[in-house]
Nanobody, 118 residues
């Protein structure tokens, strides 16, 4: 059983910053990919950013230059630093991991709400 626990969401004013964290626990051999997705009301879930075990990153165009994803492999933790937040960043943010050497490798967190007020 793998569990992902997110933290760091909340209400922030436009132009502000926040940092999301997600800790993975359970039966984990290795985490190949860690990342963040988000889903706004009435919209599909979309990629925010991902990071591989080797440190390669991928960002959605909408957050490039404003977001930084990082991970601590020893702590099985992924972070998302978001700056210059906009009202359109308002969404539920979901932590995601892809595990190695497991039949069903993809796991999601419960989500944390981020609300950006104008």
């Amino acid at each position: 059983q793998v569990r992902l626990v997110e933290s760091g969401g909340g209400l922030v004013q436009a132009g502000g910053s926040l940092r999301l964290s997600c800790v993975a626990s359970g039966s984990i051999f290795r985490i190949d990919v860690m990342g963040w997705y988000r889903q706004a009301p009435g919209k599909q879930r979309e990629l925010v950013a991902t990071i591989t075990s080797g440190g390669d990153t991928n960002y959605a165009d909408s957050v490039k230059g404003r977001g930084t994803i990082s991970r601590d492999n020893a702590k099985k933790t992924v972070y998302l630093q978001m700056n210059s937040l906009k009202p359109e960043d308002t969404a539920v943010y979901y932590c995601y991991v892809r595990l190695a050497r497991i039949t069903f490798p993809d796991y999601w967190g419960q989500g944390t709400q981020v609300t950006v007020s104008s």
